[in-house]
């Protein structure tokens, strides 16, 4: 079965670091693009990051560009999100999903809980 | 920056009533559409895929069409399990990839 566990999530004080890892199997990660996505608690989801099968292409969203750093490992079949400089704004529940474009259906995993507080 | 509008925020129908759901996007693309379900303390759930494809799983109940700039999901007869959340998501060929606001399906 596809499956996508993310984990990593914690409470942080504002201005600290956390790294998320998103642990995929059941499928060839290294053919599929993947992104970060987040919700905030009561909010809608916000699409966060991008990274292409071989991390050749990377995107990401205006309100994390600079802070946040997209990565993956394929021989370890996991994808990372560094967050660096955090703010109160990016307590969220974070997931990781595979990509889903022309034929290839999206897969979303269970969120990791990041808390910024102080 | 394309930005998605859905409407209406919040829907309230009855069970065995069609359900409408619209999502605008601020401009055209050649792109795809993704419409989630979700429901509180879960992760959302992939409904349809690329405009009108049902994913594993979903019942027929489930519709999603349009093109250009305009979309729809379409639940033909409510049922208990269908009130929840609904995002449409565009993956754009460039980012951002864009999320609607959601409609809150409801209970009558």
């Known amino acids: 079965d596809v499956q996508l566990v993310a984990s990593g999530g914690a409470l942080v004080q504002p201005g600290g670091s956390l790294r998320l890892s998103c642990a995929a199997s059941g499928f060839t990660f290294s053919a599929y693009s993947f992104n970060w996505v987040r919700q905030a608690p009561g909010k809608g989801l916000e699409w966060v990051s991008y990274i292409s099968g071989r991390s050749q292409t990377i995107y990401y969203s205006d309100s994390v560009r600079g802070r946040f750093i997209i990565s993956r490992d394929n021989a370890e079949n996991s994808l990372f999100l560094q967050m660096d400089s955090l703010r109160v704004e990016d307590t969220a529940v974070y997931y990781c999903?595979?990509?889903?474009?022309?034929?290839?259906?999206?897969?979303w995993g269970q969120g990791t809980l990041v808390t910024v507080s102080s | 920056e394309i930005v998605l509008t859905q409407s209406p925020a919040t829907l309230s129908l009855s069970p065995g009533e069609r359900a409408t759901l619209s999502c605008r996007a601020s401009?055209?693309?050649?792109?795809?559409l993704a419409w989630y379900q979700q429901k509180p303390g879960q992760a959302p759930r992939l409904i349809i895929y690329?405009?009108?494809n049902r994913a594993t799983g979903i019942p027929a109940r489930f519709s999603g069409s349009g093109s250009g700039t305009d979309f729809t999901l379409t639940i033909s007869s409510l049922e208990a399990a269908d009130f929840a959340v609904y995002y449409c998501?565009?993956?754009?060929?460039?980012?951002?990839?864009?999320f609607g606001q959601g409609t809150r399906l409801e209970i009558k």
């Open positions: 998501q565009l993956r754009s060929t460039w980012p951002p990839f864009p």
């Open positions: 401009q055209s693309d050649s792109s795809y």
């Open positions: 999903t595979r990509d889903g474009a022309g034929g290839i259906p999206p897969f």
């Open positions: 690329d405009t009108s």
